[in-house]
T-cell receptor, first 115, second 116 residues
Framework: AQSVTQLGSHVSVSEGALVLLRCNYSSSVPPYLFWYVQYPNQGLQLLLKYTSAATLVKGINGFEAEFKKSETSFHLTKPSAHMSDAAEYFCAVSAGGGGADGLTFGKGTHLIIQP | EAGVTQSPTHLIKTRGQQATLRCSPISGHTSVYWYQQALGLGLQFLLWYDEGEERNRGNFPPRFSGRQFPNYSSELNVNALELEDSALYLC???????????????FGPGTRLTVL
């Protein structure tokens, strides 16, 4: 079984500041990890995914995440926050072996951008 | 290329009724997933359909069911609605060519179900 913990249900940063959203996972098998973003009243959009290739993964909109096996972490970062980044962010894990268990999501982190 | 579409956008039902939600996957995708996003409970995996078969289900009662049609579209049925079924129901599709979890799931905009 796998699980995801997102530290901080709300994160507030100033426009132009570094964005850091934390995600720790638990998985009994090598995990595949994802970050999704959800804007109000919309579905989920994939930001990036880790699939056991490079540990530093670059995604859309300037986001990137680093897989650290020793820390069981997959934190999401962006060097400079923009007002349009305000949204709900979800970290998700999927175990190997097909989509059998679906994606296991964290509770989400609401990112607030201060002008 | 059209993304995952879901209908209806909003659905209002009363307790005890049945609700039917529909999903059309991205063209060429054979797998469809359903998730429930309820307030305070987060996103929870409901069902997975692939090639017309139910492959797995999450920890939900049998009154949550569905099917996948030959064109890979899918519907989710919720019988005997309860107040706590009020949620955003998200559908996702993926290729599942390799049967690997690396196949990305692409999400639709969701159906907001309100049970009164």
């Amino acid at each position: 079984a796998q699980s995801v913990t997102q530290l901080g249900s709300h994160v507030s940063v100033s426009e132009g500041a570094l964005v850091l959203l934390r995600c720790n996972y638990s998985s009994s098998v090598p995990p595949y990890l994802f970050w999704y973003v959800q804007y109000p009243n919309q579905g989920l959009q994939l930001l990036l995914k880790y699939t056991s290739a490079a540990t530093l993964v670059k995604g859309i909109n300037g986001f990137e995440a680093e897989f650290k096996k020793s820390e069981t972490s997959f934190h999401l970062t962006k060097p400079s926050a923009h007002m349009s980044d305000a949204a709900e962010y979800f970290c998700a894990v999927s175990a190997g072996g097909g989509g059998a268990d679906g994606l296991t999501f964290g509770k989400g982190t609401h990112l607030i951008i201060q002008p | 290329e059209a993304g995952v579409t879901q209908s209806p956008t909003h659905l209002i039902k009363t307790r005890g009724q049945q609700a039917t939600l529909r999903c059309s996957p991205i063209s060429g995708h054979t797998s469809v997933y359903w998730y429930q996003q309820a307030l305070g409970l987060g996103l929870q995996f409901l069902l997975w359909y692939d090639e017309g078969e139910e492959r797995n289900r999450g920890n939900f009662p049998p009154r949550f069911s569905g099917r996948q049609f030959p064109n890979y579209s899918s519907e989710l049925n919720v019988n005997a609605l309860e107040l706590e079924d009020s949620a955003l129901y998200l559908c996702a599709s993926s290729l599942e060519l390799t049967g690997a979890s690396t196949d990305t799931q692409y999400f639709g905009p969701g159906t907001r179900l309100t049970v009164l």
